[in-house]
Nanobody, 121 residues
Framework: QVQLVESGGGLVQAGGSLRLSCAAS????????MGWYRQAPGKQRVLVAA???????NYADSVKGRFTISRDNAKNTVYLQMGSLKPEDTAVYYC???????????????WGQGTQVTVSS
């Protein structure tokens, strides 16, 4: 069993900041990638930022220069520091991870339950 538990969402005024956290727990051998997606009402879920093990972070164009993703491998945790928030950043933010549960097995996709971020104008 693997769980991704998110925290840190909430209501913030435009121009403000929020920090999201996501901790993976359970039967984990290794984590190949961790990242954040978001889904606004009536829209598809889209990538916000991701970080692959040993690789450089990848950001959606809409958040470059405003959001920073980081990862604590020892804690199996990924963070998303969001700054200069805009009303269009309002969405449910989902944590995602590609996790290998057993040595020699393939990784599988896991999702958190989602956390609401609302940016008021």
């Amino acid at each position: 069993q693997v769980q991704l538990v998110e925290s840190g969402g909430g209501l913030v005024q435009a121009g403000g900041s929020l920090r999201l956290s996501c901790a993976a727990s359970g039967n984990i051998w290794s984590i190949n990638a961790m990242g954040w997606y978001r889904q606004a009402p009536g829209k598809q879920r889209v990538l916000v930022a991701a970080i692959i093990s040993g690789g450089r972070p990848n950001y959606a164009d809409s958040v470059k220069g405003r959001f920073t993703i980081s990862r604590d491998n020892a804690k199996n945790t990924v963070y998303l520091q969001m700054g200069s928030l805009k009303p269009e950043d309002t969405a449910v933010y989902y944590c995602h991870a590609k996790i290998v549960r057993y040595p020699g097995s393939y990784d599988n996709d896991y999702w958190g339950q989602g956390t609401q971020v609302t940016v008021s104008s």
